[in-house]
């Protein structure tokens, strides 16, 4: 339960690159809390002299979020309302703030989202990729054997899933994508967006990973990278091995038997298996 003597503590989603995208709420509320909390406060001194905001802030970042969370709920418990932000977009999406949250939350104060822009959702939006359901990764572990480790996780992922990259790993990232979930896996590269170079690209993984190599400007700036979710697994072909193992089988015994053991074999459903090798012996025959 909040107290009501308390202040409140809005987490505020500033712009992810064109000004205009800045809500009118969101300028109100940081020009009326007592304290604005920022990840760079030199970087937002320039949104904030943009909206003549002169209200006060104190760094808040991944190294100090701790000790700063005391301080800033010792303010809120004495009626001050305090406001979050980030360098761009939304705070705690891959931004810190979330310590400060929990601990508010726990202390009793009541936390405000005041909504805006996010890179993911934005990027989402326009990538022509299924929205329905969709999967947020953050940004890729930097180191490639890692990366590559996280990615396997992720191919049978039916879901989109959307990743944030940093323009200096962002062409080996897509490769590892590709070599991963494969060439033609459908996918969107959107680059700064709301920015003068915003582009969005959709392309087969392959196309895309060659595109980024082959042009130093497609790895300038900032990007989001979506790839479709695969299809579920009832509508999947066989991968090649599991296809290979029931093909010999099926060269010596007869369907029900050849789907059986290469269903004790591989793990696959032997339905599943017996329907593939009546679709393909009839695709033989045609
Ligand atoms: N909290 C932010 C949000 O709500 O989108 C994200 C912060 S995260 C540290 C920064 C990453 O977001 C960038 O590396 C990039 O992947 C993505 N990003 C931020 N602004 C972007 C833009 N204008 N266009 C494309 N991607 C962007």
């Excluded at 303010?75 to 001050?80: D, E, I, T």
Aim: charged share 25%.
């Amino acid at each position: 339960m909040s107290n009501n003597t308390n202040g409140v503590l809005y987490v505020v989603a500033t712009p992810i690159g064109n000004l205009e995208d800045m809500t009118a709420r969101a300028a109100r509320v940081l020009s009326e809390v007592a304290l604005i909390a920022a990840e760079d406060t030199r970087h937002s001194a320039r949104l904030l002299d943009h909206f003549g905001i002169d209200t006060k802030m104190l760094p808040l970042h991944e190294h100090n979020e701790a000790e700063q969370t005391a301080a800033l709920l010792q303010l809120l418990r004495q009626g001050k309302s305090v406001a979050l932000i980030s360098d761009a977009g939304t705070p705690l999406v891959s931004d810190p703030g979330f310590r400060l949250v929990q601990a508010a939350q726990a202390a009793g104060v009541r936390v405000a989202p005041v909504p805006g822009a996010c890179a993911a959702i934005a990027a989402l939006s326009v990538a022509g990729l299924p929205t329905d359901r969709f999967v947020f990764e953050g940004f890729p572990p930097p180191k490639p054997a890692a990366r590559r480790a996280a990615f396997a996780a992720l191919r049978a992922e039916t879901r989109t899933v959307i990743f944030y990259e940093t323009p200096h790993r962002l062409a080996e990232c897509l490769q590892d994508l590709r070599d991963v979930f494969g060439a033609e896996r459908p996918a969107v590269l959107a680059r700064e967006l709301t920015k003068q170079y915003e582009t969005v690209r959709a392309a087969p993984l392959a196309e895309l990973a060659a595109w980024v190599a082959g042009d130093a400007n497609q790895q300038r700036g900032e990007s989001v990278l979506l790839v479709r979710g695969a299809p579920p697994a009832e509508e999947r072909g066989l991968d090649a091995e599991a296809e290979r193992i029931l093909r010999v089988l099926l060269q010596e015994l007869p369907v029900k038997q050849a789907a059986a053991l290469a269903a004790a074999i591989t793990g696959l459903k032997k339905n599943r298996l017996y329907q593939y090798a009546l679709d393909s012996k009839s695709a033989e025959r045609d």
